[in-house]
């Protein structure tokens, strides 16, 4: 496999489930070492410069990382101070963040008591904190009332706008079809097809990105198994 | 300058340590676990068990006839019943060190006269009992007791002693002085085992949780190495480990009037050890296991052995011999062993240097596997 994304793009990677999406996102955050090939991210190898490409990339994964027991000041500032960030940047950095994500009037209440759209905004806002050039949005909308999506996908547009490039995985294909500018169509650690989202519409003859995600990777049900029980006769 | 290692090693003990102050409910368990423990065994506490062949010494310091074929009728007394063995020291010196290394857990002392005494009926021994186990201290107690009881209905019997003279009186005395409390004797085993739990299970826990909640991830993406992640969160339970145990120091010493003879610093530079040395086996030991529940399950299938075999209730050297070698593989032994003397028996650095190596040997060992296997178990 081999792709490129542009400075300043939202890159739409899309693929049913086991195609290898998660694996690759965790490789280019040098979270997995990847068995072969290579990667740069902002021009860093990803294996030889990990610490500079961790310090260019910003994520939001499905799952929240931020930890429920204490409050959005405490863990913007415990992952600012993974950055070195110095404390009075950061600290004016965390009010700005606070006040872009509109979490400044609960900025002093555990996260635990929060719903869970008000977290996935803390969860922007932590991915931003260093300034990243480079932000990987994995499912970023999953789980989000329809209100909460709303405020995510304008915020991406935002972070297109602030001249970040994105890389964007969901399932949600209208949400492709409406933020990406490239999209990367993957099935079983393969790309099947990468190309602008609108002349992949018009090679397949179709007005929806659903439809050439479909018929590229099937419409049978992906029961995939995870790695570890597959491999113990389940 | 560039902040390093260390600073990101301090950033995460702090956040563990602010996560875990509020959840209350982790604040609370921490606090009432040991306490409930210190309590429950603190006024249930002795009961004997089947314990046999305690090694128990005469010092004869007469030497006479009669002396002679009491201490005779005394060891196969004590030796018929499989209850002890009788080792015959012939300096008291030799037997009061012999002790306090915990070679033997009682001195029996016929002092010069006493054959002359006992037929006047004046006749008296001395016993120097071991107080560190309180368990086996009542086995002990009892048990001579017990033999010399029947000597004298013996003696009064079939020696044709008079019914008042052939008494043998037994002066019991411990190595403390004073009267201490038994609980004295378990304080240090409890204060190591709070720290089984907050060190041990406390760190396997906190991974774990992290990787389900997927906030490991969240600080393996930021340029912090993965020496200060587990080196901040071994010092985190480290913390933990100590708050608890000074919680039951002064618990001990409010409720059961648990007295410290030792040197505070040798006794926290002990916990310090043994907390590493737990959190490290505790790393390696659930590397494993990607999820809480088993990284639950292994904590505790080392834990309760661990806090069993470790002679916080039961001497090391009473148990079967394959059992006491899995006992001096584990880092508990060796912190109750130390900490135990320092505490109750003040001891110096000096008497207690070869548990101490053994506990930094074995927190440099066990975090040289498991920094790697940490590596490993991330990035798999």
């Known amino acids: ?234 | 300058m560039q902040k390093g290692s260390f600073y990101h090693l301090y950033i995460v003990m702090k956040k563990d340590l602010t996560e875990f102050y509020r959840v209350r409910a982790r604040l609370v368990s921490m606090i009432m676990l040991p306490i409930l423990l210190m309590l429950l065994f603190g006024y249930m506490f002795p009961s004997s068990g089947s314990i046999t062949h305690i090694p128990i010494a005469i010092v004869n310091q007469d030497q006479s006839a009669t002396a002679i074929q009491v201490i005779n009728s005394f060891t196969y007394m004590a030796q018929s019943g499989n209850a002890f063995n009788v080792l015959t020291y012939t300096s008291l010196a030799q037997a009061q060190q012999a002790l306090l290394q915990g070679k033997i857990y009682a001195i029996v002392i016929f002092r010069p006269g006493f054959g002359e005494g006992l037929k006047s009926g004046a006749a008296a021994v001395q016993v120097i009992v071991d107080q560190m186990n309180p368990t086996l201290d009542q086995v002990v107690t009892g048990g001579i007791q017990s033999i010399f009881s029947q000597l004298n209905v013996q003696l009064s019997l079939s020696q044709g002693f008079p019914a008042q003279a052939g008494t043998i009186s037994v002066n019991f005395q411990g190595l403390i002085p004073g009267s201490p409390s038994s609980f004295e004797f378990l304080a240090p085993g409890f204060i190591a085992m709070s720290m089984v739990m907050g060190g041990l299970a406390g760190l396997a826990m906190t991974f774990s949780r992290e990787r389900e909640l997927g906030t490991l991830d969240g600080m393996l993406m930021t340029p912090i190495s993965r020496f200060s992640i587990v080196m901040g969160k071994a010092m985190a339970q480290a913390v933990r480990g100590i708050i608890s145990g000074v919680m039951i120091v002064i618990l001990a010493i409010i409720l059961f009037g648990v007295k410290i003879y030792g040197n505070i610093f040798l006794m926290s530079l002990i916990i310090f050890l043994g907390i590493l040395s737990f959190t490290g086996l505790g790393l390696i030991a659930t590397s494993f296991v990607s999820d809480q529940e088993s990284a639950q399950m292994i904590m505790l299938m080392i834990e309760m052995p661990m806090i069993f075999i470790s002679g916080i209730f039961y001497p090391v050297l009473q148990l079967p011999l394959w059992l006491r070698d899995i006992a001096y593989m584990l880092p508990l032994s060796y912190t109750v062993s130390a900490f135990r003397s320092v505490m109750v028996m003040n001891a110096p650095l000096s008497a207690v240097w070869p548990d101490v190596l053994v506990l930094i040997v074995y927190s440099l060992v066990t975090f040289a596997i498991a920094i790697p296997l940490f590596q490993k178990m991330v990035t798999k």
């Open chain 1, 1 to 234: 496999m081999s792709f490129k994304v542009s400075k300043g793009e939202i890159f739409g990677l899309v693929g049913p489930n086991g195609a290898g999406k998660s694996t690759l996102l965790k490789m280019l955050c040098t979270v997995l070492r990847p068995t072969s090939g290579k990667g740069y991210v902002e021009g860093h190898d990803i294996v030889k410069e990990a610490t500079e490409v961790r310090r260019s990339i910003g994520v939001v994964q499905e799952k929240l990382i931020l930890y429920s027991p204490l409050t959005p000041i405490e863990n913007l500032e415990f992952f600012g101070n993974l950055y070195n960030m110095d404390s009075k940047i950061l600290r004016a950095k965390i009010m700005e963040l606070l006040d872009d994500v509109k979490l400044m009037t609960v900025k002093d209440r555990p996260v635990g008591t929060f719903s869970t759209g008000m977290r996935q905004r803390l969860n922007i806002a932590r991915a931003l904190l260093h300034d990243p050039r480079v932000v990987i949005l994995d499912e970023p909308t999953n789980g989000l009332d329809p209100q909460s999506v709303r405020w995510v996908r304008d915020f991406i547009i935002k972070l297109k706008e602030r001249g970040l490039t994105v890389v964007l995985t969901t399932h949600d294909m209208y949400e492709i079809d409406e933020l990406a500018e490239v999209v990367a169509i993957m099935d079983r650690g393969q790309i099947l097809e990468i190309g602008n989202k609108d002349e992949l519409k018009s090679r397949h003859g179709v007005d929806k990105i659903e439809d050439v995600f479909l018929s590229l990777t099937g419409r049978e049900l992906r029961d995939e198994l995870s790695g570890r029980l597959r491999g113990r006769g389940w």
